[in-house]
């Protein structure tokens, strides 16, 4: 996985536009609240020039996911190959972080729109990603606080987004401490495995 992993991949500026514009709209108003014409107005381009790229929202914001998870997806068929070791999920935990890098809208999105996020789709398969991930860090006899450690540790990471935002700071020197923390947490995990 490239260290770029979160970045979007380049492709034709106008679907890039789209995107930005919706997710920028759905912030604003609300993904209910905002319809494809109000897009096209905003791009200033008709809507049949919009429908060209996406028929619907949930077209927008599926390939707005699509460019998330597929480093995520990625990332857990790596790690399904790899030894359950300390080490392995501590490189797990370094490159969600990388495939998070950028992402701080679209999870402000999620969580301004949960409601929503519940009823579609995409967030069905978002969810059933994430205990996906969950379940490469930890080990399945594990006992509960250390489950709760390892969820803990990716909740960490998605909200530290939202709870940093507005620290003074530099954005890179953030993601470090919110790695940092999820990293001790998935560190204590493991290492209670290893006393038992």
């Given at each position: 996985m490239s260290s770029n992993a979160g970045a979007r991949p380049r492709r034709g500026n106008t679907r890039q536009r789209i995107q930005d514009v919706a997710l920028e709209l759905f912030a604003e108003r609300?993904?209910?609240?905002?319809?494809?014409?109000?897009?096209?107005?905003?791009l200033e381009v008709t809507k049949a020039a919009l429908y060209y790229h996406f028929k619907t929202k949930e077209d927008i914001l599926g390939s707005l996911f699509e460019d998330l998870t597929r480093p995520i997806d990625e990332l857990i068929e790596w790690a399904g190959e790899q030894p359950r070791t300390l080490e392995t999920k501590q490189e797990i935990l370094r490159r969600y972080s990388e495939a998070l890098a950028g992402a701080e809208r679209l999870f402000r999105f999620m969580q301004e729109n949960q409601a929503t996020m519940r009823e579609l789709q995409t967030g069905e398969e978002f969810k059933a990603r994430m205990l996906r991930l969950l379940d490469v860090l930890?080990?399945?006899?594990?006992?509960?606080?250390?489950?709760?450690?390892?969820?803990s540790a990716l909740f960490s990471m998605h909200a530290g987004m939202f709870a940093l935002k507005?620290?003074?700071?530099?954005p890179e020197e953030k993601r470090r401490a919110i790695l940092e923390v999820a990293t001790d947490l998935v560190t204590q995990a493991h290492s209670g495995r290893e006393s038992r």
């Open positions: 609300g993904y209910e609240k905002t319809s494809l014409r109000e897009i096209a107005e905003r930890r080990e399945p006899d594990a006992p509960l606080t250390d489950q709760v450690r390892c969820f507005d620290v003074e700071g530099d």
